[in-house]
T-cell receptor
Framework: EAQVTQNPRYLITVTGKKLTVTCSQN?????MSWYRQDPGLGLRQIYY???????DKGDVPEGYKVSRKEKRNFPLILESPSPNQTSLYFC???????????FGDGTRLSIL | GIQVEQSPPDLILQEGANSTLRCNFS?????LQWFHQNPWGQLINLFY???GTKQNGRLSATTVATERYSLLYISSSQTTDSGVYFC????????????FGTGTKLQVIP
């Protein structure tokens, strides 16, 4: 089954404790991206990747890191999480940026 | 960057009614997509529609790129249509970024 898989689905953690949210797709897509969703603000793009080893900042990259060492995986890293990063996070993939995006089920992060 | 505005922000419909959701964007785009976020938070892609008209069952969408807007039509609405509808665009110019609108929250009541 074609899908985008995020883990964990839910996480409660404390300020400053490094965490990684994994994202994996099985559709051989080149384009992958991370979004955060906050009430009243819709979805905002954090980082995107056009292919292996090619990443770029979206609209809200501060406090996040990403890597794209393999085509299927695109982890989101919070080196020192802070409460303002409490949000619902989505990973998405598509063949190219200009094609239909497929989303994971989301990861709800709470930073205390 | 590009601005994407959706209207109305909230909409309540009686089951069986029709509705039109609008997405305006401030600059040229390479593509436009419509998504439905269901009450469980899942994002479902509805249409990839950089221009023209597409239909899928009770849903259809039209994008007029030259006038910088897109419309999503929902006919004979059902309670399962409830949720938030988003449009998302990729701005022209090689930016490779995607910008979402703030969404239209739809509630369909029996």
């Amino acid at each position: 089954e074609a899908q985008v898989t995020q883990n964990p689905r839910y996480l409660i953690t404390v300020t400053g404790k490094k965490l990684t949210v994994t994202c994996s797709q099985n559709m051989n897509h080149e384009y992958m991206s991370w979004y955060r969703q906050d009430p009243g603000l819709g979805l905002r793009q954090i980082y995107y990747s056009m292919n292996v080893e090619v990443t770029d900042k979206g609209d809200v990259p501060e406090g996040y890191k990403v890597s794209r060492k393999e085509k299927r995986n695109f982890p989101l890293i919070l080196e020192s999480p802070s409460p303002n990063q409490t949000s619902l996070y989505f990973c998405a993939s598509s063949f190219q940026v200009s094609s239909l995006q497929h989303f994971g089920d989301g990861t709800r992060l709470s930073i205390l | 960057g590009i601005q994407v505005e959706q209207s109305p922000p909230d909409l309540i419909l009686q089951e069986g009614a029709n509705s039109t959701l609008r997405c305006n964007f401030s600059d040229s785009v390479n593509n436009l997509q419509w998504f439905h976020q269901n009450p469980w938070g899942q994002l479902i892609n509805l249409f990839y529609i950089p221009s023209g008209t597409k239909q899928n069952g009770r849903l259809s969408a039209t994008t007029v790129a030259t006038e910088r807007y897109s419309l999503l039509y929902i006919s004979s609405s059902q309670t399962t249509d409830s949720g938030v509808y988003f449009c998302a665009v990729e701005e022209s110019g090689g930016y490779q970024k995607v910008t979402f609108g703030t969404g239209t929250k739809l509630q369909v009541i029996p």
